[in-house]
C-alpha cells in the first residue's frame, strides 16, 4: 500500500509564490512517474504537472507553464511542485497521484492514468 501526503499549501496574494510537497511512503517511488492534479469547488480534477520517475523529464499544463516548477526527490521519496506568479484562478485542492503508465505525454494528463493519491491541500490566491 502507497500512502501520499501533500503539505505547504494555503492563502497567498496574486502574484506570491508557496511550494508544495508530496511524501510518499514505501520503496518503490523513484520507480513511478508523478503527477499533480487541481481541483476547484464545482469543477472536474484538472492536470497540472508530471515528472519522469528518474526527474530527467516533465509536462505541464498550458495554463501553468513557466509559473510552475515540478521536481523530485527519490532519496526523501518527495514531489514538490513550485508555484510562483500565482493567480487567483490557481486557487484549487492539489493533490499528487502515481501514475501507473510509462512516460507516454497523451497519457499523463489524465487521472484514469494514476493509480494513488493523496488527501489533496487547498491552495487559495487572493486577488
Known amino acids: 500500500q502507497v500512502q501520499l501526503a501533500e503539505s505547504g499549501g494555503g492563502l497567498v496574494q496574486a502574484g506570491g509564490s508557496l511550494r508544495l510537497s508530496c511524501a510518499a511512503s514505501?520503496?518503490?517511488?523513484?520507480?513511478?512517474?508523478m503527477g499533480w492534479f487541481r481541483q476547484a469547488p464545482g469543477k472536474e480534477r484538472e492536470f497540472v504537472a508530471a515528472?519522469?520517475?528518474?526527474?530527467?523529464?516533465?509536462y505541464y499544463a498550458d495554463s501553468v507553464k513557466g509559473r510552475f516548477t515540478i521536481s523530485r526527490d527519490n532519496a526523501k521519496n518527495t514531489v514538490y511542485l513550485q508555484m510562483n506568479s500565482l493567480k487567483p484562478e490557481d486557487t484549487a485542492s492539489y493533490y499528487c497521484?502515481?501514475?501507473?503508465?510509462?512516460?507516454?505525454?497523451?497519457?499523463?494528463?489524465?487521472?484514469?492514468?494514476?493509480?494513488?493519491w493523496g488527501q489533496g491541500t487547498q491552495v487559495t490566491v487572493s486577488s
Open positions: 514505501g520503496r518503490t517511488f523513484s520507480s513511478y512517474s
Open positions: 515528472i519522469r520517475r528518474n526527474g530527467g523529464s516533465t
Open positions: 497521484a502515481r501514475s501507473v503508465g510509462g512516460w507516454d505525454i497523451p497519457l499523463l494528463s489524465n487521472p484514469y492514468n494514476y493509480d494513488y
